[in-house]
């Protein structure tokens, strides 16, 4: 395939950069394409929203990164650099040395992701004295430091008592805690906010950006949700099966989405205020399309309200809008707007009848 | 029955589990639902709203009759629930469960799934049920070919349509629609939440809508009906509840809602600093006051009251008449 993502630009003093990197991965019916052509960066200090819905690829794409893909996929890619080192030519105990060290995780469920036979006192000193960062004494000290950063009352009781004591919230706190424990420069959060609460949300996602702000580390923020997305990223990547349909800022992208899936999958969401109350919201309709086998055209076109004949064949080449702005579809971005604006006017005909 | 009564109607509900931890320790009341009072008037669409462990889905169970309340009396048309008959009841109020993952039996065909509510009420030969089958599937966009599809088959909103089917086969009055799209995808939640409209209004249903995404509700519900720890803490139109918000928590959920509006950071949280208390062991007085920005001397020592404010009921003490005489 073509790579019209090489010319991207990116810093070198980017924390991750990710360009061509495409996984495959084999099943009994063929080669599943779980991401095909991505490309991404991240610089310290700075926030990426990886966003789609569930079998887009984004946690694939994050997995990747980590080197923790099972056996059957297979990861290629011009560029997957982490500070500066190729991940690709890493052997899996350099890798092992990364995560959890240079590289922090959080997953979306802190009551699997924790082991519920060790305190958490226990997980988090390991974390530290594994990668040889101090004693257990050191690594006692920083976790109680740390959990009263993430807001934890009486942190050293705390160390004491075991996952399934904690709420949701809490858990969730301390694995954001036990991730800080080496300094990582970077945070991979993978729907970091999807098991909880509306109004634990919102408290775990301010304390994510104000731990990032104040370690100046760069985050990669993996989820379904457009409305975190908006809130907290600096740029967005929207992908669709396996595709980084659109990227740019986040003003960028939801002020002025210029893939049709990205404009359906805003026009999806009721705006308490916006939205009129009962009226029908847009839909795309159909669902998403099987990854196995080979690919032509865009994988959108099923779903697509502008699909036209030249959408299904070849490859759909990335419009470059802006350094980091870009869009992967057949439609120049005025017609993009207009289309946009069409379907919108059509849409509040249709709640004002 | 009556006519004029509301089609369901709560008068001080309270159902209480009685918790144990292990068979020597004495077991402690969980109050799952206390005291709830409302009433749903017949083609509304009631939402019922709070975090996880509010009590929600213990009314919906309660709503449904498939849990008695431990006090109080729901009534069905003006007649107590508990003296309907079960059957009776079930052919007009059904449920749509939250995950379609789990709630459709996996070794079934959808031709079974969705006529089992047929056949359970014996209702019609084999093959009318058939046909009011093929009938109820293009109604909720499934296409016939999935007829003798199982489950595992289908995408998320796919089963989503066949429970929805299912709850419709036996043309019931009332949907309780407990967290109906909160499994599915954005793009997928705004297909069935279409489905639901379109299907109220063309078979005039009532619905109780379950859900904690407030932006959801709002869009769905004409009235709203905010939990909090088991205890019905703000109730009104769609339009008080939205527009104008007493209660502090419902301000505070209403402010932790996240709209894809980047203008707009990350709400300010200073108001929700602390945890959801553990039911088993609640606060004193006004349950939320440990959490409430506006919490006065009183709202730790006595249990507000339920008070009417223009039609719409509010549970705190900055409302009602012991403010007004203190």
Do not use: W
């Given at each position: ?15 991750l950069?990710v ?45 990747a990164v980590m080197g923790l893909l ?5 990861v290629?890619a011009?560029v997957l650099k982490f500070e500066g080192r190729d991940l690709l030519s890493m052997s899996q105990k350099q890798l092992s040395a990364l995560r959890?060290n240079r590289m ?250 | ?326």
């Amino acid at each position: 395939m073509t790579n019209d993502t090489a010319n991207i630009p990116y810093s070198d003093e980017s924390i991750l950069a990710v360009r061509g990197m495409n996984v495959d991965i084999r099943v009994p019916a063929g080669t599943l394409h779980a991401v095909t052509n991505s490309a991404f960066h991240v610089d310290r200090g700075e926030t990426l929203c990886i966003v789609g819905e569930s079998g887009c690829g984004k946690s694939i794409t994050s997995l990747a990164v980590m080197g923790l893909l099972p056996g059957n996929a297979t990861v290629t890619a011009d560029v997957l650099k982490f500070e500066g080192r190729d991940l690709l030519s890493m052997s899996q105990k350099q890798l092992s040395a990364l995560r959890g060290n240079r590289m922090g995780m959080i997953f979306q469920d802190p009551m699997t992701s924790l082991n519920p036979v060790y305190t958490i006192g226990n997980q988090m000193q390991e974390i530290y004295v594994r990668h040889g960062k101090g004693n257990a004494a050191q690594a006692k000290d920083r976790a109680i430091y740390l959990l009263e950063k993430v807001g934890i009352t009486a942190a050293e009781s705390r160390l004491g008592q075991y996952p399934h004591q904690l709420s949701g919230g809490l858990r969730q706190r301390v694995m954001i805690a036990m991730m800080l424990m080496n300094d990582p420069v970077l945070i991979i959060a993978d729907e970091p906010t999807t098991a909880l609460d509306v109004t634990i949300q919102a408290q775990i996602l301010h304390l994510l950006a104000d731990l990032q702000k104040e370690f100046n580390m760069a985050l990669i923020l993996i989820t379904h949700d457009l409305g975190v997305v908006a809130r907290i990223a600096d740029r967005v990547a929207v992908m669709y099966a396996g595709y980084m349909v659109e990227t740019g800022s986040s003003d960028e992208v939801f002020n002025a989405p210029m893939h049709p899936y990205t404009q359906g999958l805003i026009d999806c969401i009721p705006i308490p205020g916006k939205t009129e109350r009962g009226a029908l919201l847009g839909s795309i309709p159909g669902i998403v399309p099987a990854l196995v086998g080979d690919q032509e055209g865009c994988m959108f076109r099923n779903r697509c309200d502008f699909a036209q004949e030249v959408c299904g064949t070849g490859i759909i080449e990335r419009k470059a809008l802006g350094e980091q702005r870009g869009y992967r579809c057949v439609i120049g971005p005025e017609q993009a707007q207009a289309n946009l604006q069409a379907s919108r006017a059509q849409a509040a005909v249709a709640a004002g009848e | 029955m009556n006519a004029d009564a509301p089609v369901l109607e709560c008068r001080d509900v309270s159902r209480t589990f009685m918790i144990g931890k292990g068979p020597f320790v004495q077991k402690k009341p969980l109050r799952a639902v206390q005291d709830v009072s409302l009433s749903i008037e017949r083609g509304e669409v009631l939402a019922v709203v709070g975090e996880s462990g509010c009590g929600k889905t213990t009314l919906a169970k309660m709503l449904l009759g498939l849990l008695p309340p431990s006090g109080g009396e729901i009534f069905f048309e003006g007649v107590p629930l508990s003296s309907v008959d079960r059957n009776a009841v079930s052919r007009r109020i059904q449920p749509v469960f939250q995950d379609p993952y789990s709630s459709l039996n996996p070794r079934k065909t959808l031709a079974s799934i969705i006529s089992l509510p047929l056949d359970v009420h014996k209702i019609g030969t084999p093959e009318e049920r058939k046909r009011r089958v093929e009938e109820i599937m293009e109604l909720v966009g499934l296409p016939r070919r999935l007829l003798y599809s199982y489950p595992s088959q289908l995408s998320g909103g796919q089963r989503q349509r066949v429970a929805i089917a299912r709850a419709l086969a036996i043309k019931p009055e009332i949907l309780v629609c407990d967290e109906p799209t909160s499994a599915l995808d954005v793009s997928v939640q705004a297909q069935i939440l279409n489905l639901l409209q379109e299907l109220r209004e063309e078979l005039n249903l009532t619905y109780v809508f379950i859900s904690h995404n407030l932006a959801v509700v709002e869009h769905m519900s004409s009235r709203v009906a905010v939990m909090y720890l088991g205890r019905l803490i703000e109730f009104g139109t769609a339009a008080q509840v939205f527009d104008d918000p007493k209660h502090p928590y419902t301000s505070a959920l209403l402010d932790s809602v996240l709209t894809p509006e980047p203008q707009y950071g990350l709400p300010e949280i200073t108001t929700m600093g602390r945890e959801f208390p553990n039911p088993l062991n609640p606060p004193p007085g006004c349950a939320f006051h440990p959490r409430c920005p506006k919490a006065m001397d009183v709202c730790s020592q006595a249990q507000p009251q339920p008070a009417d404010e223009n039609g719409r009921l509010l549970e705190c003490h900055l409302y009602g008449e012991e403010t007004a005489a203190a």
